[in-house]
């Protein structure tokens, strides 16, 4: 006989609210957001400075987080600094009311909404590296147009959330094994027979990879030793960077930027000016939908099988390989992939509980309604088991593959920046007493953004 830790009746009314759920929320848990951030990636490869769907999507608090830091990353290309900021503002607002909550994320509600629907019926929180990269933009665009007080305070609410990343993850992973839930269902999820169906299918994902430390991201941290470096606020500067160079001792161009600050003051003297040209290379990993089939025989002996899906991460293209700079290439500072990877390794396991539970819950639920209702009932709540076995796929698709610098010295001639083939992207003349940050972005062959900093 099929044992469920559900009375009957419970069983059928919570299926029957789910179902009304569904309806009342559209389509986005049976067909997820695949579609719509498809269509974004195609608006911010032809650079279409087209806010509409976003500001849409923002009034109708739909999805806020996403569309926010999207829609910010498609204004700083269209080097609409002050929209980019105000997107990125709403994202940041709503990490503030919803998703922080003083560290911790508490609403056993959308738990429920999980384990019952998928994932994409709750609104999108973001990964940590999303929320740093967020306050890292802020920063560069505040500096874009010379705010410079904002531009630091940005870069200091960056770092803090870097430094305050793995509490807060603690904090959360807590928080998550607080929830209640069945302890049989726990227990089948945990066990090492079911887990191991899935990690076959994520090892070289999991572990081919040299990860960072826990919620780092590299860029960050060597951005903003260059930024305060240039507003001579050098102690502050050299801590940063000497904490780059730790995390890649053998990069060099980090290793040249350190010694610089360490000397910079006395530099200064000699009236030397430089360019830091930052490079944006290609499109970040994002996330796709994988398939498993999951043993129940630890459940019953009547189902053998069900249908689980789990996102997985999954490459796109480089850019250019590397920018030409008077004939100096531009050097590998962060690997954003790495970074990601990173967070989704360590996220996973508590992602493959979730949805092991989820679908235990709901193949429990599909084999008493037909026992009770006869074979409609029952393919009526199969059919809903595989409409709403969608994985969550959003994630901040305009974020780059890698960041890379180069530096040099300015003098009266114009900077040239190439690309891996020699041809001109842009030829920048810096006035005479400036330093500078050239920061390009490419996100495919051709597709080129180039926006300068003065200092």
């Known amino acids: 006989m099929f044992k469920s830790n559900l009375g009957l009746n419970k069983v059928i009314n919570t299926s029957a609210s789910i179902m009304i759920l569904l309806f009342i929320t559209g389509c986005t848990a049976i067909t997820g957001h695949k579609q719509s951030l498809n269509d974004f990636d195609v608006n911010l490869k032809n650079q279409k400075c087209d806010y509409t769907m976003i500001d849409e999507k923002i009034k109708s608090d739909d999805d806020t987080i996403l569309w926010g830091i999207q829609g910010g990353s498609l204004a700083r290309n269209c080097m609409n600094y002050k929209k980019s900021n105000e997107l990125f503002d709403e994202a940041e607002k709503k990490y503030k009311e919803d998703v922080d909550k003083d560290g911790i994320v508490s609403n056993a509600g959308e738990s429920v909404k999980s384990v019952l629907v998928n994932d994409n019926i709750n609104d999108y929180e973001g990964n940590t590296y999303e929320k740093i990269m967020v306050n890292t933009y802020k920063a560069l665009n505040f500096a874009s147009i010379n705010d410079h007080a904002s531009a630091r305070v940005e870069f200091n609410r960056a770092l803090d959330r870097q430094r305050r990343a793995l509490e807060y993850y603690e904090n959360e992973l807590k928080e998550k094994k607080n929830q209640k839930n069945d302890a049989n269902n726990k227990k089948i999820a945990e066990n090492n027979k079911t887990q191991e169906v899935i990690y076959k299918k994520y090892n070289t994902l999991l572990n081919d990879f040299e990860a960072y430390p826990d919620f780092v991201n590299p860029f960050t941290t060597y951005i903003s030793g260059i930024y305060f470096m240039l507003n001579n606020d050098f102690i502050k500067a050299r801590d940063l960077l000497k904490e780059s160079s730790s995390m890649d001792p053998k990069n060099e161009q980090i290793k ?191 597709n080129n953004n180039v926006h300068e900093i003065l200092f």
Do not use: H
Not at 278 to 305: A, C, H, W
């Open 256 to 446: 040249k930027d350190f010694e610089l600050v360490n000397n910079y003051s006395s530099l200064k003297k000699t009236n030397a000016n430089y360019a830091w040209i930052i490079y944006e290379n290609g499109q970040s990993m994002v996330k796709d939908e994988l398939r498993v089939d999951i043993p129940l025989f630890l459940v019953t002996n009547k189902v053998m099988y069900t249908g689980i899906a789990l996102p997985q991460i999954k490459e796109r293209k480089n850019s250019y390989n590397y920018l030409l700079v008077n004939n100096n290439k531009t050097v590998e500072i962060c690997n954003m992939d790495n970074v990601i990877k990173t967070e989704f390794k360590k996220r996973f396991p508590a992602i493959v509980t979730e949805k092991i539970i989820s679908t235990i819950v709901k193949t429990v639920a599909q084999k008493e309604i037909q026992d009770r209702t006869g074979i409609l009932g029952g393919l009526a709540s199969a059919v809903y088991q595989g409409m709403t076995n969608k994985a969550d796929v959003r994630s901040w698709t305009a974020l780059p593959k890698n960041f890379q610098s180069t530096r040099v010295e300015i003098n009266s001639k114009p900077i040239e920046i190439k690309n891996d083939r020699g041809e001109i992207i842009k030829s920048v003349i810096i006035p005479k007493g400036k330093n500078a940050i050239i920061y390009v972005k490419s996100q495919n062959l051709g």
